[in-house]
């Protein structure tokens, strides 16, 4: 047994497909299934079963995939632990990022480490900010960029900085075009609402917001993707919220119209955090930096609204 097969049989059983995973580990699908069938042999045990939906772990498959996993686990963080032993960042630091900033901090952030730390390899994961936080807590990510978390003990979130959450609706919404004042989060609350499931910060801003009110929210439409959801918007379908630079260039080519919100404002809260399971390594330290500053880059460039 070895250390590539159990990451590679962590893969397949997260992933539930062959086809998935391979695509994940840059491997062939062929050479997955030499492996698994290799770990079968030698257990003598199945730990998959194919179906017409991909793959599913065998009881016994459960059993060895949590001990895989936790073999993993103390792997990594033995690497970790030897990498901040450098003088120099190397090895590899993963971090992960809510899909909401991708368009405008994933590429300028992974150029500019790449630039000043090339040795270092760096993995990025995109998801909603409480699967960033069960990563974090499991040591799936090293760092998390995460929107509209509260503190934990378990875990040190620091803020990076906050910005307002607009109302969002078409460019022919009569409520966007009532007048240049904020509108009242009640009046809000009984438009159609198009908004993430949770555990997507938005959505447990907005029905927060609403509950401490005794405010309902008329949720017409539930879908995971931002992208998703301003499509929809902008084809009249109903309204939502989003920060300014989410919503930038859709609203400079007109296909959205936005208005501030009051009574309450609804504030976002940017923040990044550290895997409690991880010692931080010269590399974890330095990609936390390039956060930090290309957070406050996107500040000054007025891309992010931020406020106090």
Excluded: C
């Excluded at 909603?128 to 799936?140: A, H, I, P, Q, R």
């Amino acid at each position: 047994m070895e250390l590539k097969q159990l990451r590679y049989f962590e893969v397949v059983a997260r992933e539930g497909s062959l086809s998935r995973a391979a695509t994940l580990l840059g491997v062939s699908q062929s050479l997955l299934t030499r492996h698994i069938q290799s770990l079968e042999h030698e257990f003598g045990l199945p730990l998959l079963y194919r179906h017409g939906h991909g793959m599913s772990l065998t009881d016994n498959g459960k059993t060895f995939l949590a001990s895989a996993s936790d073999i993993l686990m103390r792997t990594d963080s033995t690497v970790s632990q030897m990498q901040a032993l450098r003088s120099s960042p190397g090895g590899t630091v993963t971090i992960g990022i809510p899909p909401m900033l991708g368009e405008f901090l994933l590429v300028p952030l992974t150029k500019r480490f790449r630039a000043e730390f090339p040795e270092v390899r760096l993995k990025l994961r995109e998801g909603v900010s409480g699967y960033l936080l069960e990563w974090l807590m499991t040591g799936k990510l090293d760092i998390g960029v995460l929107y509209n978390v509260t503190s934990m003990n378990t875990i040190g979130v620091e803020p990076l900085l906050s910005d307002e959450m607009l109302l969002i609706g078409p460019p022919d919404a009569g409520v966007l075009n009532a007048s240049a004042e904020p509108l009242a989060f009640s009046e809000a609350a009984d438009l159609q609402w198009i908004l993430p499931p949770r555990p997507h910060g938005l959505r447990t801003l907005a029905e927060d917001a609403a509950a401490a009110r005794a405010l309902s929210l008329n949720i017409v439409v539930e879908i995971d993707a931002m992208a998703g959801i301003f499509d929809l918007v902008e084809a009249g379908l109903g309204f939502s919220i989003a920060p300014f630079a989410a919503i930038e260039k859709r609203l400079e080519r007109g296909t959205l119209k936005a208005r501030r919100i009051h009574e309450p404002s609804l504030s976002g809260v940017l923040s990044i955090a550290f895997s409690p399971k991880k010692e931080a390594t010269l590399a974890m330290k330095a990609l936390y930096r390039i956060v930090r500053q290309e957070t406050e880059s996107l500040v000054r460039n007025g891309v992010w609204r931020a406020i106090d």
